[in-house]
């Protein structure tokens, strides 16, 4: 149930499950007053008690006590991937509005099943990622859209995250002391975790994707023996075709050196970002120039833009990452409140999901080459004993 405070109302949000991520949403929290935090659930109790201890509200016994509690309006989805279908699917019959982590689900035909049920039920469905808000976003967006660079035609967008498997990634923790899931982590693959970063950026900026050739690569994948059975790939190239026309080439993963950058090129210049996953990121345009004789240097010295939004006050204390992440429950908040649909609106998730699931298996047909003899040069050495089967992607 809203509740009002001065001159908006406040809008009762429950979290399912109090683990590593949910240390990134407590902290930024306090940037949306009109956010009230009437408690949490999580399995394993003493989390859901050290969640609200930190950030607010009570603790639940029981899944059922959240989802009976007339003051829970949105229930924030914060289990693990695997149990976001079930979770997702009810809470939206109890007639909560949802907004989950991502991804969504790990199959599109659970999601879409999801956003048939919240359209005949009359709710609200929507997934983060929410780094679309940040003002690095926000500032390069509008950039876009505002004819900076002329016409866009290309994109190169990276989120390598540095080689996961030579990281102390058992050590990591959260702020409360919560473990990083590694296993879950390592079980559904980066790409499926976190392609959705770049595409709301470059959908937000392009349009939807009309047209996709991808490949998912485990170049590393002697390194997880005793950590999970199954490996998913550990990085994805991907080549995009927007609606607008612009082409990007994406690589998402943990296997090369880090690499969070993303370059758009327009017929006037290009623009950049250093660290899609800092949401200060600096955005910097470099506008074409004449040139003359055989100079190839047709662009301008470096411009930073102003940003066209303030920092925001709360953030987590974290040099890896700052992932605006409440900011996605503000948007679901402001269109439960105000009747419209929210920026991250259903089938616009659906399409990322979708995209992400595409990149995390892609299996673009390989074009045989004819390959030369041996002895075809020296420079081969004795790494070339004639055709080998190309490395096949698990
Ligand atoms: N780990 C990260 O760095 C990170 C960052 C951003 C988003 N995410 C996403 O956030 C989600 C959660 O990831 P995490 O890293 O916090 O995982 P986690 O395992 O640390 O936390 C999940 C919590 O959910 C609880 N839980 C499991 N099933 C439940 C259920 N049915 N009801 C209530 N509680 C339940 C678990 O006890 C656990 O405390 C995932 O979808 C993940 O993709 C993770």
Same mark, same amino acid.
């Given at each position: 149930?809203s509740?009002?405070?001065?001159?908006?109302?406040?809008?009762?949000?429950?979290?399912?499950?109090?683990?590593?991520?949910?240390?990134?949403y407590?902290?930024?929290?306090?940037?949306y007053? @009109?956010?009230?935090?009437?408690?949490a659930?999580?399995?394993?109790?003493?989390?859901?008690?050290?969640?609200?201890?930190?950030?607010?509200?009570?603790?639940?016994?029981?899944?059922?006590?959240?989802l009976?509690?007339?003051?829970v309006?949105?229930?924030?989805?914060?289990?693990?991937?695997?149990?976001?279908?079930?979770?997702?699917?009810?809470?939206?019959?109890?007639?909560?509005?949802?907004?989950?982590?991502?991804?969504?689900?790990t199959?599109?035909?659970?999601?879409? @099943?999801?956003?048939?049920?919240?359209?005949?039920?009359?709710?609200?469905?929507?997934?983060?990622?929410?780094?679309?808000?940040?003002?690095s976003?926000?500032?390069?967006?509008?950039?876009?859209?505002?004819?900076?660079?002329?016409?866009?035609?290309?994109?190169?967008?990276?989120?390598?995250?540095?080689?996961?498997?030579f990281?102390?990634?058992?050590?990591?923790?959260?702020?409360?002391?919560?473990?990083w899931?590694?296993?879950?982590?390592?079980?559904?693959?980066?790409?499926?975790?976190?392609?959705?970063?770049?595409l709301?950026?470059?959908?937000?900026? /392009?349009?939807?994707?009309?047209?996709?050739?991808?490949?998912?690569?485990?170049?590393?994948?002697?390194?997880?023996e005793?950590?999970?059975?199954?490996?998913?790939?550990?990085?994805? /190239?991907?080549?995009?075709?927007?609606?607008?026309?612009?082409?990007?080439?994406?690589?998402?993963?943990?296997?090369?050196?880090a690499?969070?950058?993303?370059?758009?090129?327009?017929?006037?210049?290009?623009?950049?970002?250093?660290?899609?996953?800092?949401?200060?990121?600096?955005?910097?345009?470099r506008?074409?120039?004449?040139?003359?004789?055989?100079?190839?240097g047709?662009?301008? @010295?470096?411009?930073?833009?102003p940003?066209?939004?303030?920092?925001?006050?709360?953030?987590?204390?974290?040099?890896?990452?700052?992932?605006?992440?409440?900011?996605?429950?503000?948007?679901?908040?402001?269109?439960?409140?105000?009747?419209?649909?929210?920026?991250?609106?259903?089938?616009?998730?659906?399409h990322?999901?979708?995209?992400?699931?595409?990149?995390?298996?892609?299996?673009?047909?390989? @074009?045989?080459?004819?390959?030369?003899?041996?002895?075809?040069?020296?420079?081969?050495?004795?790494?070339?004993?004639?055709?080998?089967?190309?490395?096949?992607?698990?």
């Amino acid at each position: 149930m809203s509740t009002s405070t001065g001159n908006y109302r406040r809008t009762g949000v429950a979290f399912l499950g109090c683990g590593y991520a949910a240390d990134f949403y407590g902290p930024t929290l306090p940037n949306y007053p @009109e956010l009230e935090v009437v408690g949490a659930y999580d399995l394993r109790r003493e989390r859901a008690e050290s969640f609200t201890a930190e950030y607010g509200g009570r603790v639940y016994g029981a899944l059922e006590e959240v989802l009976s509690d007339p003051e829970v309006e949105i229930v924030v989805n914060l289990t693990p991937t695997t149990e976001h279908y079930a979770v997702n699917r009810a809470a939206l019959l109890a007639g909560k509005h949802v907004y989950c982590e991502k991804p969504m689900t790990t199959k599109l035909v659970e999601a879409t @099943e999801l956003a048939e049920l919240a359209e005949q039920r009359g709710l609200l469905l929507s997934s983060a990622p929410a780094t679309v808000f940040s003002r690095s976003a926000q500032t390069l967006i509008r950039a876009v859209h505002g004819g900076t660079v002329g016409t866009p035609r290309l994109a190169y967008a990276s989120l390598d995250m540095g080689p996961l498997a030579f990281m102390a990634y058992r050590d990591w923790q959260s702020a409360r002391g919560v473990p990083w899931p590694y296993r879950e982590e390592v079980g559904n693959g980066c790409v499926l975790e976190h392609a959705g970063y770049l595409l709301t950026w470059l959908t937000a900026m /392009f349009g939807p994707v009309v047209r996709m050739s991808g490949q998912a690569v485990t170049p590393f994948s002697d390194q997880w023996e005793g950590v999970v059975d199954d490996v998913a790939p550990e990085t994805s /190239f991907g080549c995009l075709h927007f609606a607008d026309g612009t082409v990007c080439r994406v690589t998402i993963g943990w296997a090369a050196p880090a690499d969070k950058s993303l370059l758009v090129v327009g017929d006037q210049g290009v623009l950049s970002v250093e660290d899609v996953w800092q949401a200060s990121s600096p955005v910097t345009l470099r506008r074409r120039v004449a040139t003359t004789g055989r100079d190839t240097g047709y662009l301008g @010295e470096p411009e930073q833009l102003p940003f066209v939004l303030p920092p925001l006050e709360y953030g987590y204390d974290d040099e890896a990452h700052d992932l605006t992440v409440s900011a996605g429950i503000a948007d679901l908040a402001r269109a439960v409140r105000s009747g419209e649909r929210p920026l991250l609106d259903t089938e616009y998730c659906l399409h990322i999901l979708d995209l992400s699931i595409r990149l995390a298996t892609a299996r673009s047909e390989d @074009e045989a080459i004819d390959v030369p003899p041996p002895s075809a040069t020296r420079l081969w050495g004795d790494r070339y004993r004639g055709p080998v089967a190309a490395s096949v992607p698990r």
